[in-house]
């Protein structure tokens, strides 16, 4: 019963749009503490990435340096609104949806630059980036779902217009990220679904209990009176 009341596409509430809001704004609370950690342990991994870049990668360093530094604004830019200047803004799920996604596209850039074997020493990232998508940010299905399509589009467009798009290095990459998004998904979407259903059954519990209460406190007064 409580799985037919879930939309089986985007896992929202069928034609309830109150518990809809309800429950978005009871699962944002309760991610609220684990996207501030997660988008902020994502700022110095990032950061990571400015000095293997400088080890690495020193003659295209100023360009790499550009692309994470626009990408590091931007989170600490998601950071500073959504947890300190408006802490009452309904935007962690926006904030959980840009963050990996503007990192996931800045490493899809830096992987296409195609300067020697950038794209074989970043890939691992790229891997991270998509945990932190999936698992790591307890991001919505239908968010997860749009960010890996956009990055999956980017990713193949970049690469058609590098020398690697005919390479074996492409074909093994492009074989381990959709798998990854794959999987990812799938885990996204059962984590959602059962979060939902716990949600259901809880509120069900809830309500019941509610309701015996009620029956406690209006059948005392004539049993006194039969007395």
Do not use: C, W
Not at 150 to 165: A, D, N, P
């Amino acid at each position: 019963m409580m799985k037919k009341m879930i939309q089986k596409l985007n896992l929202s509430f069928q034609d309830n749009k109150d518990l809809e809001k309800e429950f978005i704004e009871h699962y944002s609370q309760d991610s609220k503490n684990q996207i501030l950690i997660g988008t902020l342990s994502g700022v110095p991994t990032v950061g990571l990435f400015f000095y293997v870049d400088y080890l690495i990668f020193r003659p295209v360093f100023q360009e790499l340096f550009f692309l994470r530094s626009l990408n590091m604004a931007i989170m600490l830019a998601l950071i500073l609104y959504s947890f300190v200047l408006n802490k009452k803004s309904n935007i962690l799920f926006t904030v959980s949806f840009l963050a990996p996604l503007v990192t996931g596209l800045t490493q899809t850039h830096i992987l296409a630059i195609g300067y020697e074997n950038i794209h074989l020493l970043h890939f691992p990232g790229m891997m991270l980036i998509l945990m932190y998508n999936f698992m790591f940010l307890r991001q919505r299905f239908i968010y997860a779902l749009y960010s890996s399509i956009i990055l999956s589009v980017y990713f193949v467009y970049l690469f058609s217009k590098s020398e690697l798009f005919y390479s074996s290095d492409f074909f093994l990459m492009s074989i381990f990220f959709h798998a990854t998004i794959f999987i990812g998904l799938a885990s996204s979407y059962v984590l959602e679904q059962s979060v939902r259903s716990s949600y259901l059954l809880t509120r069900s519990l809830k309500k019941s209990t509610e309701d015996r209460l009620s029956l406690i406190h209006i059948s005392e007064p004539t049993r006194l009176g039969m007395i």
